[in-house]
């Protein structure tokens, strides 16, 4: 364990040396989306009864900074170790291909979550946000990290070059996290566009967690909990038998 510690502790410090890029960039990034959405928008839609649009913006935008930070964490790492090679370093100690993957995905959940916490702190200064079920959000909130997180390595492993992870953070990871119900609710979409959005294990994250502030959702909780095991059980092993076999980490 104290190499898995100590990949850990690694991983930490590489975002915390630069916080102004990994965790205050984010935040403001987001609180750009809220003024900017909630003062053009705001008069103009209501999404549930009684609740402002500014307060239903705030629980997407946490979520969609955890989300991405949480994959930016894990998949920029092992990219820079690839491509300067120190990914030697890593590999050649004694250390369980479990380990390697919880390492990283653990680190990953921490700064999805150090980010998601600095959008909600800041954005509690422009909306009223209640929060009737603070269990459910912080289990989407840490699934959704581990998710992203484990994405991210995937990505890692796959990637060879910065322009190749960039398409599958740009083709895949963004288009998937703007089209989750982070600015809307599906039903307000056409049927045909609704039963896409149900395709989109993205949604379920963002719904479940904003179920956790105001208690309203389009999906129940426990279906949208459901799908977000079930996708995190399904990559980790996707993950772990890449890990296993050294898919183009040892060659």
């Known amino acids: 364990m104290t190499i898995f510690y100590a990949l850990f502790?690694?991983?930490?410090?590489?975002?915390?040396?630069?916080?102004?890029?990994?965790?205050?960039?984010?935040?403001?990034?987001?609180?750009l989306y809220l003024l900017i959405f909630s003062h053009v928008l705001s008069s103009h839609v209501q999404v549930y009864e009684g609740v402002?649009?500014?307060a239903f913006l705030v629980p997407g935008l946490v979520m969609m900074?955890?989300?991405?930070?949480?994959?930016?964490?894990?998949?920029?790492?092992?990219?820079?170790?690839?491509?300067?090679g120190n990914i030697v370093f890593v590999l050649l100690p004694p250390i369980s291909y479990a380990q390697f993957f919880l390492a990283y995905v653990a680190a990953a959940i921490v700064r999805g979550m150090v980010v998601g916490l600095g959008v909600f702190l800041v954005a509690m200064w422009f909306a009223d946000i209640p929060l009737r079920?603070?269990?459910?959000?912080m289990t989407f909130a840490l699934t959704g990290s581990a998710i992203l997180g484990i994405l991210g390595v995937i990505a890692g492993i796959w990637?060879?070059?910065?322009?190749?992870?960039?398409?599958?953070?740009?083709?895949?990871?963004?288009?998937?996290?703007?089209?989750?119900g982070v600015f809307y609710s599906i039903h307000s979409l056409?049927?045909?566009w609704q039963a896409l959005s149900h395709a989109n294990p993205f949604f379920y994250m963002?719904?479940?967690?904003?179920?956790?502030?105001?208690?309203?959702?389009?999906?129940?909780?426990l279906s949208s909990l459901g799908v977000v095991l079930a996708c995190c059980l399904?990559?980790?092993w996707l993950t772990l038998r890449l890990l296993k076999s050294g898919y183009k980490l040892r060659h």
């Open 159 to 180: 990637a060879d070059k910065f322009d190749q992870l960039a398409g599958f953070q740009n083709f895949i990871i963004v288009p998937l996290t703007f089209l989750s």
């Open 52 to 54: 402002h649009y500014t």
């Open 133 to 137: 079920h603070p269990w459910w959000a």
């Open 206 to 221: 963002i719904d479940g967690f904003r179920y956790g502030f105001f208690g309203l959702s389009d999906i129940p909780p």
């Open 65 to 84: 900074s955890v989300l991405q930070n949480a994959f930016a964490n894990s998949s920029s790492s092992l990219i820079q170790s690839k491509i300067t």
């Open 190 to 192: 056409p049927p045909f």
């Open 9 to 31: 502790y690694k991983e930490l410090l590489r975002f915390y040396k630069v916080l102004l890029q990994t965790v205050l960039a984010p935040v403001v990034t987001a609180l």
């Open 234 to 236: 399904v990559l980790s």
